[in-house]
Nanobody
Framework: VQLQASGGGLVQAGGSLRLSCAVS????????MGWFRQVPGKEREFVAA??????SYAESVKGRFTISRDIAKKSVYLQMNSLKPEDTAVYYC??????????????????WGQGTQVTVSS
């Protein structure tokens, strides 16, 4: 399974970005998928996750970020609105291919993308 994240960039506070993650793998529809983020010197932080029929979000992004996926395109997305400077980080997509789906716990994910930088200026 390979993951390729894209869509990061520089945006002003209050702006929007949409991250994409293309996933190889035959059983994509059964994977739990997540987005995490990390800043230098800190641990990787859960952002959002999606599995069949359910989504979950970190409190810090609820109401601003939306995770979705397209089974036909084998892709997962993170729509980020009302961005804040504290959202600045490298964002990673991840796949959990072995149930049960742990959603918020990074060690539960089997495969990771390479990361995409999101920078929000004030």
């Amino acid at each position: 399974v390979q993951l390729q994240a894209s869509g990061g960039g520089l945006v002003q506070a209050g702006g929007s970005l949409r991250l994409s993650c293309a996933v190889s793998g035959r059983a994509f529809s059964s994977y739990g998928m997540g987005w995490f983020r990390q800043v230098p010197g800190k641990e990787r932080e859960f952002v959002a996750a999606i599995s069949s029929g359910s989504t979950s979000y970190a409190e810090s992004v609820k109401g601003r970020f939306t995770i979705s996926r397209d089974i036909a395109k084998k892709s997962v997305y993170l729509q980020m609105n009302s961005l804040k400077p504290e959202d600045t980080a490298v964002y990673y997509c991840a796949a959990d291919t072995v149930p049960p789906f742990t959603a918020t716990m990074a060690p539960g994910y089997d495969y990771w993308g390479q990361g995409t930088q999101v920078t929000v200026s004030s």
